[in-house]
């Protein structure tokens, strides 16, 4: 009878750990029955989760996501900050919290002022309609996200037209004095123009300060405005040394996301010259992105400010060492990562199936272009689940 018991639960577990993963949802009842069955196939970031009492309540059965940085779950630090923080409401510009956080991201970046905001995208919009006029020309680094994800909104909310400049994330000085003298005989300049550092659909490309020191003297020159789409501008400060404040002074307005590789829940923040920001704070109110006790967000910016940036070189080496194994595995990996995005080639005739044979076991990475995979490594992501990954990646022979 006791034997017949075991034999029963095993089952259980067994079946339920089938289902989960047919249904791709690995919700808490499963994790529950994973918690006291399955430690075996637990894959856990032992070097960086400080917090494994909460991991442990969430996540036993722990999937290896991979499909972006957006993923992360925020640490007990960061929890800690969110119920202690100290609140008012912002709307009025009177929570205590966001006001450290605007103040001090200001500092970061040597600008007048900050602005918090709920999301990159709303706050792409908000500096693109405050620095632009309906019909201008938006100069945009190919496939930048303003283009790719965001073409609807920047048309419809700015009604502007998108021109796109270069090729794999990068454009020259070149470029634009060549676009800027074809314009000019139409009597059409374009307003503004948006670079993407680092490019998310480009590999994570950095683009190279040199180019950016002539764009933005020719940008100048030409009266044009610089904005930067720096949702991962951190990764591009600390895989070159070069800071946030020095990548900043050639532009007017520098956005970036604190939910991305910073690890915080909710949050991007755009910084520029005072005028600029208060503009772009009433294009938020415009955009339904005024907040009220938004402090309890802000508490886990903070937090990622000032302890997770550095840790952004570990995401970096483990992306190295997942485009290495799969170097040595014969995929094609390109560019080589310089910070944390993976981009590498499947058949195309595989693709589909590569990715839903990673994800039964229990690995997430995202198909593009066909037969192009993403994989991004972030503060959830170490070194041991790396090597798993590859070792999954081996085992399934897709090339
Ligand atoms: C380069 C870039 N800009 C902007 C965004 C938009 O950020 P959010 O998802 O917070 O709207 C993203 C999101 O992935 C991004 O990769």
Sequence with gaps: MKYLTLITTIEIILSCNYICYALGNHNDGCEHIFKSGEQDMKFEP???RVDRSIQEEQAVFEVIDLRSDTVTRPSKEMRGAIASAVVGDDGYGE????????SEVANLFGKQAAVFMPSGTMANQAAILA??????ILLAVKDAHIVTRERESTEKLSRV????????GLFTESDLELFLQDTDSHNQKPSLIVIENTHNFAGGIVFPFEYIEQIS????KHHIKLHLDGARLFNAAVATGISVAQWARHFDTV???LSKGLGAPVGSMVVGDKETIDHIRKFRTLLGGRMRQAGILAAAGLVALRTNVQKLSIDHSNAERLAHG???LGYQVQPFPKTNIVNFTIQETYSLSFVENLRKHGVLVKLYNTNQIRAVTHLDINEAQINRVLEIIKTAKYL
């Design 161 to 168: 037209q998108i021109v796109e400049l270069g090729h794999d």
């Design 131 to 136: 620095q632009t006029s309906p019909g201008d």
């Design 217 to 220: 003297a020719s940008a100048r």
């Design 95 to 102: 929570d205590p919290s966001v006001n450290q956080l605007e």
């Design 255 to 257: 956005m970036f996301c």
């Design 46 to 48: 032992k070097d960086r």
């Design 326 to 328: 799969l170097i040595a």
